[in-house]
Structures are given as structure tokens and as C-alpha cells.
């Protein structure tokens, strides 16, 4: 599969704890994007890299959030001290500059669920 | 600001009938993208289609179809002769810069085809 895969699927924690979710992206895409979609809602951008660098964070993405992306390969994000309010899918997506970069390919998601 | 307004929450349809998904956009943008994805209960968001705001040649891809009408600042997704695989959710996004990083996504419509 060479897809952009997440890992894990689904995540139950308790409030307080920290959690972290990695992201594959497609070997070649040298851009990597997090979203976070709530229940009935679209995805809304978090973060994204080009190769290793972070180059934009939206306001969404409050000071317990971290997101990492060595060597440019694949990424982390992690969420320190969660809160129930974090509960939502965490959505990652690759694409490739320099060949009009048209479409970002999706992962199928990391549920969070903060109990 | 950006906006994108999907009116419809849910569309029940039986297979074999044709279907059209609405979205309605607000940017105050004169070069922007429009995006249609699909969200199966798999969790991925599967891209369909991008269109630049300067092409407003509407588009057809097998038993999908797509009217782009700036006019009425609309890109409506129509899916002909529905089948039960096309049970998702659908999500229209808006970008200005064409990037993943600033699309706006619509809060979804959820098509149910029944057999």
C-alpha cells in the first residue's frame, strides 16, 4: 500500500493524558498537512510542512499541540494534557510541489476519543 | 474570509437515480480553487475534482458531472444513475491560494443510496 497511512486508528484516552499520532505520507510528497475533523463538520487545517519544515500553524492549533516532521519523512503530532474538547478524527495529507501539486491525498484518520 | 456552504445535511436516493449535491461559496478572492471530495465510512477523503476559478467549462467524469457557475458563486456535483457505492459523505472546499493549507471545507452532505 502506498498510501498515506496513520497510525493508530482509533485512540481512547483520559483527559490529562498525552497522546501522539504519526502519519506516513506518500514516499514522495515533500508536503504533509493535519487537519482535525469534528463530528458533522469539514476538516479544518491544523499545520503543514514542506520537507521538514514547519511552515504555517493555524490558530487552532493551541499551545498543547505539537506537530514534527524529521528528516521530512514522516510526521508527528502530539497533544499534551488532552481535553475532551480534543475528541475528533485527526486527518493527515501528502502532496508534491513542482508537478502542479493538483490533488492531497488523505490517510484514513486517527479517532481520538477523550474520556 | 472564506466560506463554503453546503445546504443539504443528508440525500436519501435510490440507486439509479440521478443526484446533484449543492455549494455555494463566498471569497472575496478572483483567483481561487474549488474542490470536491468524497468521504466513504472508511474515514479517507478521496479527491474528485479541483477547478480553477478562470475555468468555467463544467465537467463530466463518467457518471460524474460538475457546474461550475461563478455567476451564482455556485459548484454543483451531480452523480448520475446512482449506485449504492456512492453512499458517503461529500465535501466541497474552497481555496484561494490552491493549497491544502488555506481550503476551507464545507460541513458535508451525507448521500444514502438505497438499493
Known amino acids: 500500500d502506498t498510501g498515506v497511512s496513520q497510525d493508530p486508528r482509533h485512540k481512547i484516552t483520559k483527559r490529562g493524558q498525552n497522546v501522539t499520532f504519526r502519519c506516513d505520507p506518500i514516499s514522495e510528497h515533500n508536503r504533509l498537512y493535519w487537519y482535525r475533523q469534528t463530528l458533522g463538520q469539514g476538516p479544518e487545517f491544523l499545520t503543514y510542512f514542506q520537507n521538514e519544515a514547519q511552515l504555517e500553524k493555524s490558530r487552532l492549533l493551541s499551545d498543547r499541540f505539537s506537530a514534527e516532521r524529521p528528516k521530512g519523512s514522516f510526521s508527528t503530532l502530539e497533544i499534551q494534557r488532552t481535553e475532551q474538547g480534543d475528541s475528533a478524527m485527526y486527518l493527515c495529507?501528502?502532496?508534491?510541489?513542482?508537478?502542479?501539486?493538483?490533488?492531497?491525498?488523505f490517510g484514513q484518520g486517527t479517532r481520538l476519543t477523550v474520556v | 474570509a472564506q466560506k463554503v456552504t453546503q445546504a443539504q445535511t443528508e440525500i436519501s436516493v435510490v440507486e439509479k437515480e440521478d443526484v446533484t449535491l449543492d455549494c455555494v461559496y463566498e471569497t472575496r478572492d478572483t483567483t481561487y480553487y474549488l474542490f470536491w471530495y468524497k468521504q466513504p465510512p472508511s474515514g479517507e477523503l478521496v479527491f474528485l475534482i479541483r477547478?480553477?476559478?478562470?475555468?468555467?467549462q463544467n465537467e463530466i467524469s463518467g457518471r460524474y458531472s460538475w457546474n461550475f457557475q461563478k455567476s451564482t458563486s455556485s459548484f454543483n456535483f451531480t452523480i448520475t444513475a446512482s449506485q449504492v457505492v456512492d453512499s458517503a459523505v461529500y465535501f466541497c472546499a474552497l481555496s484561494a491560494s490552491g493549497g491544502y493549507q488555506k481550503v476551507t471545507f464545507g460541513t458535508g452532505t451525507k448521500l444514502q443510496v438505497i438499493p
Open positions: 495529507a501528502s502532496s508534491q510541489t513542482g508537478t502542479g501539486g493538483r490533488e492531497a491525498f
Open positions: 477547478r480553477n476559478s478562470f475555468d468555467e
